[in-house]
């Protein structure tokens, strides 16, 4: 009898033991596709990353910037032309006082969608959805227009020209720029534009000296400020 017992105990603890270690394979396969899913999503950032890479060094450099009103000059492209996808509606609690958002359970400054009955009580207010656009102008948070950057690109591309810092270019081919990130070998006759700089300044002290200077240009001007773009080559 206690033989039997034994016996019986036994394969109770081989049955646990195996339920144990199956647990365990689950635990470490549930763990294994959890890394599989964060190394798949970062492996996608890092291609994503290549590829920006990839697409700017086989874009050909830029030989002319201007800043225009209306259309871009023949053989020019806009520098900025490309669809923003919008956004959704939201709630904007950031006004609202804290005692009342306390009052009402609001735990957010700016809430996802349209505000709630509790929201709208404790002061948040509505954002309305924005449809998506096509963004070609640099202008600011005014509404009004701003100035349509245009672009003249060359056939050369870093891929093709670019050189390390030290290296020559051939003999046909004119070296551009000192430091390893900007020399280049090109056949145009000016070296290619390596910096474009947009800043905002008062039109009282240095909108005379911008416009008297061929390589920089108004973007915008509403009377107190205006944007200026500068651009230096790789010279």
């Not at 109770?12 to 195996?18: E, R």
């Not at 051939?170 to 290619?192: Q, R």
């Amino acid at each position: 009898m206690v033989a039997k017992k034994s016996r019986k105990e036994l394969s109770n603890t081989k049955k646990l033991i195996f339920i144990g270690i199956l647990v365990l394979i689950l635990i470490q396969a549930i763990v294994g596709l959890v890394l599989v899913i964060q190394a798949y999503s970062s492996l996608n950032e890092s291609v994503e990353l290549l590829e920006d890479v990839k697409d700017n060094w086989e874009t050909g450099t830029i030989a002319e910037i201007t800043v225009t009103d209306d259309d871009c000059p023949s053989g020019y492209d806009m520098a900025y032309n490309y669809v923003w996808g919008g956004s959704g509606p939201g709630c904007w609690c950031r006004d609202a006082s804290t005692s009342d958002k306390n009052r009402y359970n609001v735990n957010c400054d700016l809430c996802q969608g349209s505000c709630s009955t509790n929201e709208t009580r404790a002061g948040c207010t509505d954002i309305d959805q924005t449809s998506s656009r096509r963004i070609s102008e640099w202008g600011d948070s005014t509404g009004n227009d701003g100035g349509v950057i245009c672009v003249k690109r060359t056939d050369e591309t870093f891929a093709k020209h670019g050189v390390f810092s030290g290296s020559s270019c051939p003999s046909d081919y004119t070296k551009c720029g000192e430091t390893a990130e900007e020399v280049f070998c090109t056949k145009e006759d000016e070296c290619p534009i390596a910096e474009v700089k947009i800043e905002r300044k008062s039109v009282a002290s240095n909108l005379a000296a911008c416009v008297a200077d061929n390589d920089c240009y108004v973007i915008r001007n509403d009377g107190t400020n205006f944007y200026r773009l500068t651009y230096r080559r790789s010279d």
